[in-house]
């Protein structure tokens, strides 16, 4: 049957004390209601609306990735059955079911949603239910001696032998097409004078209308986000998800518990990631790559067989098969290493071309740097391309060698087979297998060290 997901997400999240929308906060990289929005658009809903409040502008841009999401403000904070109401003209015409969902609840299940519109049935209300062994703080489930439910108390409102209840109600409902008539019976007649979704338990059961509860045997879909602590223990839970899922499709992770990635990231059979690695983006692992320990990837794009040794910090940028850098080598965007080239520790690249056998053993900048096939940078390079207002590309011909502490002030041209010496500074051409030396001559000044030493005694 086709249905309608209602998303509320108009919540001040004034208990995370952030200028940061609540519905806004990041977990493994996506903002929480993401979560929701995405398990709405699985579950095959025909219309998907949020309810924002706090920050509209921030989340219809968040979620802008999405297509065919529906917006709608809740000017005050006047309780959830309140937020439900300023869907009913997004929905004008649909004559399907209504699910509602928490927009900070991003552990509800897709089968969650799809099981509320197969209990619900034609007409009549259902809501997820949940046993906890310490119900303290939730809103316990009524029923009758058939086993309907009947009712749902607050904690508070609670007697002593209603509080032995273990059943609780989860916060996601399904509504048959009737559901904005009886929102106008809702009452705000308890202490927050607020209007809540509970309360049309009792509107549909004066209508004769059946109640069906759905149990749930997940109790993380019943975990919101109020707080940092709960930001952070649902992200634990997303994270040890997706490094199981890896796991069982042939990823080594040595101290997975250490290892941090997005869902955005994809690895295949026999990678191999080290303690500390983090894994952000799009990137994407090639079969039998080794990432080292607390190497932080953003974007990469990693073909198989790819060695990555600890403390690469890459962002943006392309590795062939059979290369590898590290350790302490740093991408930024940009760079593309060839088959079997070799960047060393403490070299940092951006914008640059590495070809085939090329290597950078140490301590090197290459900035805006086409490198040739086979050659080989010395400790210490430093390619000069910017000059204040403008960057300017250098090229580095096939089989090429820089001497230790060369400067190549871009633009320049080395020729293939070209050296350049040692210490030099170079901004000309350099042609074919020619030798480039551009520093000063050595002089040394024979007993001028003792001459001096005598003159200060």
């Given amino acids: 049957m086709k249905h309608a997901v209602v998303i509320l997400a108009a919540g001040l999240g004034t208990r995370m004390k952030s200028k940061l929308p609540k519905m806004l906060h990041p977990l493994l990289g996506k903002p929480m209601v993401a979560y929701v929005v995405e398990t709405a658009l699985r579950?095959?809903?025909?219309?998907?609306?949020?309810?924002?409040?706090?920050?509209?502008?921030?989340?219809?841009?968040?979620?802008?990735?999405?297509?065919?999401?529906?917006?709608?403000?809740?000017?005050q904070q006047l309780g959830t059955a309140h937020a439900l109401k300023q869907a009913r003209k997004a929905l004008r015409g649909f004559k399907g079911p209504v699910v509602v969902v928490q927009g900070d609840t991003p552990l509800t299940s897709v089968e969650t949603l799809t099981g509320l519109v197969e209990a619900l049935g034609k007409e009549g209300m259902a809501l997820l239910t949940m046993?906890?062994?310490?119900?303290?703080?939730?809103?316990?489930?009524?029923?009758?001696?058939?086993?309907?439910?009947?009712?749902?108390?607050?904690?508070?409102?609670?007697?002593?032998?209603?509080?032995?209840?273990?059943?609780?109600?989860?916060?996601?409902?399904?509504?048959?097409?009737h559901v904005w008539e009886a929102l106008e019976h809702v009452s705000n007649d308890n202490a927050a004078g607020e209007y809540y979704l509970p309360d049309l338990i009792r509107v549909y059961r004066e209508r004769g209308k059946r109640v069906v509860g759905l149990l749930s045997d997940d109790p993380s879909e019943l975990l919101g986000i109020n707080t940092r602590a709960q930001l952070a223990e649902v992200e634990h839970i997303l994270l040890q998800r997706l490094r199981e899922h890896w796991m069982n499709q042939g990823v080594r992770m040595i101290q997975p518990q250490t290892i941090y990635l997005e869902p955005?990231?994809?690895?295949?059979?026999?990678?191999?990631?080290?303690?500390?690695?983090?894994?952000r983006g799009n990137t994407r692992i090639g079969e039998g790559c080794e990432i080292g320990a607390y190497c932080v990837l953003?974007?990469?794009?990693?073909?198989?067989?790819?060695?990555?040794?600890?403390?690469?910090?890459?962002?943006?940028?392309?590795?062939?098969?059979?290369?590898?850098?590290?350790?302490?080598?740093r991408f930024r965007p940009g760079v593309l290493i060839e088959e079997e080239a070799h960047v060393g520790n403490f070299v940092e690249m951006k914008n640059t071309h590495m070809r085939r056998g090329a290597k950078a053993g140490h301590v090197?900048?290459?900035?805006?740097?086409?490198?040739?096939?086979?050659?080989?940078?010395?400790?210490?390079?430093?390619?000069?391309?910017?000059?204040?207002?403008?960057?300017?590309?250098?090229?580095?011909?096939?089989?090429?060698?820089?001497?230790?502490?060369?400067?190549?002030?871009?633009?320049?041209e080395v020729g293939d087979g070209a050296y350049i010496a040692a210490g030099s500074t170079v901004n000309k051409n350099i042609p074919q297998d020619a030798l480039a030396i551009a520093r000063a001559r050595q002089e040394n000044k024979e007993g001028y060290v003792k001459r001096l030493r005598s003159r200060g005694s």
């Avoid at 955005?264 to 894994?279: C, F, M, R, Y």
């Avoid at 067989?305 to 890459?314: I, Y």
């Avoid at 900035?367 to 300017?392: C, F, L, P, S």
Wanted: some cysteine.
């Fill in 131 to 177: 046993r906890l062994e310490n119900p303290t703080g939730y809103g316990r489930i009524l029923r009758d001696k058939r086993g309907e439910i009947i009712a749902n108390i607050e904690h508070k409102d609670a007697t002593p032998e209603q509080r032995e209840i273990k059943e609780i109600n989860a916060g996601v409902y399904c509504f048959d097409s």
């Fill in 364 to 412: 090197s900048y290459l900035g805006d740097t086409d490198i040739g096939e086979g050659a080989n940078i010395g400790a210490g390079t430093v390619v000069a391309n910017y000059d204040g207002q403008r960057k300017h590309k250098t090229v580095i011909g096939k089989g090429a060698f820089t001497g230790s502490n060369s400067t190549l002030v871009a633009p320049l």
């Fill in 264 to 279: 955005t990231v994809e690895l295949a059979p026999d990678v191999t990631l080290w303690p500390g690695v983090i894994l």
């Fill in 298 to 329: 953003s974007d990469m794009v990693l073909e198989p067989h790819v060695t990555l040794r600890p403390h690469v910090v890459a962002e943006k940028s392309h590795m062939k098969s059979g290369s590898d850098a590290g350790p302490f080598a």
């Fill in 43 to 75: 579950s095959g809903a025909e219309k998907v609306v949020v309810v924002v409040g706090h920050g509209l502008e921030q989340v219809r841009e968040a979620l802008g990735g999405y297509k065919g999401l529906e917006f709608v403000v809740q000017e």
